[in-house]
């Protein structure tokens, strides 16, 4: 009996051994959370990787500065920090369950991730507006849409992020740090129910309603334009072409189906009980769906431009530091 318990005192671990009130350490072993903490490792490189591409491509290549572009350079700035502050700190905390960075960083972690999640989203909103303004008015698009207007834009978009989210946090009581602890190594945030509804409009039904609606008008019109041109090209020589149509329909299709993928489920969790802590099982794996969004963006607002595997190349293989390197031409015909 008293081996055992000898044995029971030997393998608990605690946060902070040298304190008394520390919390007790969970030690996650085994080769599944090996491979599990291998893969986010993985994600949180490629999603630096990626849309540091993005981002060196674009403030780099003359060619590619254009009030577009900026939207999807504000966008890659969200997701690289997500990458690499949001993604470390939360594999830090799978590890072991503890939380090593104190109290204040534990009260403004949140709102740091919070204010990048919602620039991500906010960028996204932009860009949706932008490509609306592209295709229903195209010949007056470069004097609605500037580079300093957009700049503009960005500034507004990231502002309203910090301020919701302070406010947001402040008033939860979050900043003043009114949590109770129970043990030294502990950060555990609570979220009331009527908070979470009144995030859920702000922050999810009214981007995705702008999202959405501006999207199926972009795919109406983009449709009527293929139906022209598969009309001329009937004419002409005698077929349809449903090239465009389809990669259209493909193309927004996947934006659509990817945000409301990865947000729905945080935010059904988050309003479908009265507290909900953030660490909680379901809540993890609800916020990493968000997280794992900023490695996907990349790839659906870059990878499937032609410049970008154009400037990847100049850029992995180092040629951006060539003399002249950034008039190159990414636009080959």
Known sequence: MDMTE????????????????????????GPGNVLLFTFLSCISVCTVFLNLLVIIAISHFKQLHTPTNLLVLSLAVADLLVGLIV????????????WYLGKTICSLF???????????????????????????????YSTKITVFKTSVFIVINWSCSILYNFLFYYFEGHLLQTEKFTCLG???????????????????ICPCF??????????KVARQQAKIVNAVEYDTHGRGVKGSK????????????????????????SVSVESLTSSAVVWTVFSWLIYIN????????????????????????????????????????
């Open 294 to 333: 900023s490695s996907v963006n990349p790839l659906i607002y870059a990878i499937f431009y032609p410049w970008f595997r154009v400037s990847s190349k100049y850029i992995v293989t180092c040629k951006i530091f060539e003399s002249s390197s950034s008039r190159l031409n990414l636009f080959p015909e």
């Open 186 to 204: 502990e950060c555990v945030v609570a979220q009331d129910f009527s908070s979470s509804v009144a995030d859920l409009v702000f922050s999810f």
């Open 110 to 140: 949140p709102v740091i991730v919070y204010i990048i999640v919602s620039a991500s989203v906010g960028s996204l909103v932009f860009i949706a507006i932008d490509r609306y303004i592209a295709i229903n008015d195209p010949l007056l």
């Open 87 to 98: 993604m470390p700190v939360k594999i830090m905390e799978l590890l072991d369950n503890c």
């Open 246 to 269: 389809n990669k259209a329909a493909k193309t927004l299709g996947i934006v659509i189906c990817v945000y409301l993928t990865v947000w729905i489920p945080y935010y059904l969790g």
């Open 6 to 29: 000898d044995h029971q005192n030997m393998t608990v671990q605690y946060c902070f051994p040298g304190n008394n009130f520390s919390c007790i350490m969970e030690v996650r072993t």
């Open 210 to 219: 702008v999202i959405v609606f501006l999207y199926l008008n972009i795919f």
